[in-house]
């Protein structure tokens, strides 16, 4: 069984900084992707930001030059440093990881339950 959980969510002011955490467990042999996706109400998930294990990313354009994500490949955990925030940056933020268990030897996705991230203007 995997699990990833998040945590760093929470309320800022607009312009104001916050981290988000994620940890993979379980029996996870090797993790290719993981990154963040985000949902707003009334709207679809959308992609926030991903990193490969082998580190390159890729960037909503909404978030490009004030969003990071990285990742620590030793503790299976994504991070994203989320700058300058917005209103519109208001959503639900889930993890996400593309992994391969010891269980399953092929390739699925896992997602995490999510975390609220508000915005006030």
């Known amino acids: 069984q995997v699990q990833l959980v998040e945590s760093g969510g929470g309320l800022v002011q607009a312009g104001g900084s916050l981290r988000l955490s994620c940890a993979a467990s379980?029996?996870?042999?090797?993790?290719?992707?993981m990154g963040w996706y985000r949902q707003a109400p009334g709207k679809q998930r959308e992609l926030v930001a991903t990193?490969?294990?082998?580190?390159?990313?890729n960037y909503a354009d909404s978030v490009k030059g004030r969003f990071t994500v990285s990742r620590d490949n030793s503790k299976n955990t994504v991070y994203l440093q989320m700058n300058s925030l917005k209103p519109e940056d208001t959503a639900v933020y889930s993890c996400?990881?593309?992994?391969?268990?010891?269980?399953?030897?092929?390739?699925?996705?896992?997602w995490g339950r999510g975390t609220q991230v508000t915005v006030s203007s």
């Open positions: 379980g029996s996870i042999l090797t993790i290719n992707t």
């Open positions: 996400y990881a593309r992994l391969t268990t010891y269980r399953s030897l092929s390739i699925n996705d896992y």
């Open positions: 990193i490969t294990n082998g580190g390159n990313t």
